[in-house]
């Protein structure tokens, strides 16, 4: 068994999963069971907000307009997780609930990118649930860009849908997505 920050699954079946391009492709690759473990877990096990939550999912690549590579934010109550596909293969992979996540080249790091110009840990991900998705460089050579603009070491900056980051030499996009409070019938 392989342990990560994303999920603890069998190491041939985490990285042969092909990311579909869209919903309907879905039965053409290889399932995820790994995947659906992860979201049922971070969505306390409430079947509708996986349903609602899973085609923004795997069909977040679709939303990128500058870049093919992404990390988007979910928000689900006052909880959030990350997917992205930052990583050799490209695969869709879910961070558990947290509100602090490491990115850079360390093994420590919930998003490993293994990028020229990537410190072990070059920024923090952070989610506040009244401020949102803050990123923070943290003293990286290379420098953390949003939009252009490069960020001041230790100072945190909120991200926005659809924001160009770049961390070294990788560029990518925040996707941010809200997840539907739990309905329920009475």
Same mark, same amino acid.
């Given at each position: 068994?392989?342990?990560?920050?994303?999920?603890?699954?069998?190491? &041939?079946?985490?990285?042969?999963?092909?990311?579909?391009? @869209?919903? $309907?492709?879905?039965?053409? =690759? =290889?399932?995820?069971?790994?995947? /659906? $473990?992860?979201?049922?877990?971070?969505?306390?096990?409430?079947?509708?907000?996986?349903? %609602? !939550?899973? %085609?923004?999912? *795997?069909?977040? &690549?679709?939303?990128?307009?500058?870049?093919? @590579?992404?990390? +988007? =934010? !979910?928000?689900?109550?006052?909880?959030?997780?990350?997917?992205?596909?930052?990583?050799?293969?490209?695969?869709?992979?879910?961070? /558990?609930?947290?509100? @602090?996540? *490491? !990115?850079?080249? =360390?093994? @420590?790091?919930?998003?490993?990118?293994?990028?020229?110009?990537?410190?072990?840990?070059?920024?923090?991900?952070?989610?506040?649930?009244?401020?949102?998705?803050?990123?923070?460089?943290?003293?990286?050579?290379?420098?953390?860009?949003?939009?252009?603009?490069? /960020?001041?070491?230790? +100072?945190?900056?909120? /991200?926005? $849908?659809?924001?160009?980051? &770049?961390?070294?030499?990788?560029?990518?996009?925040?996707?941010? +997505?809200?997840?539907?409070?739990?309905?329920? %019938?009475?």
């Amino acid at each position: 068994m392989v342990s990560s920050h994303f999920f603890s699954a069998d190491a &041939k079946q985490q990285h042969r999963i092909a990311q579909p391009s @869209r919903l $309907d492709d879905s039965s053409q =690759g =290889g399932e995820a069971p790994w995947l /659906l $473990d992860t979201l049922f877990s971070n969505l306390s096990y409430d079947l509708e907000q996986v349903a %609602d !939550i899973i %085609d923004p999912i *795997l069909t977040a &690549k679709n939303h990128c307009y500058r870049t093919d @590579r992404y990390i +988007q =934010g !979910i928000v689900a109550a006052d909880s959030a997780f990350l997917s992205t596909n930052i990583n050799p293969g490209g695969v869709i992979q879910v961070t /558990l609930c947290s509100s @602090r996540w *490491l !990115i850079g080249r =360390g093994s @420590r790091c919930a998003v490993v990118m293994p990028q020229p110009g990537m410190a072990d840990c070059h920024a923090a991900l952070n989610f506040d649930p009244l401020r949102g998705f803050l990123i923070t460089d943290l003293g990286s050579v290379g420098g953390t860009w949003v939009n252009g603009r490069r /960020l001041a070491p230790v +100072q945190s900056h909120s /991200l926005q $849908d659809g924001d160009l980051v &770049k961390l070294g030499s990788l560029r990518f996009e925040f996707l941010q +997505q809200c997840c539907p409070p739990p309905g329920w %019938d009475d």
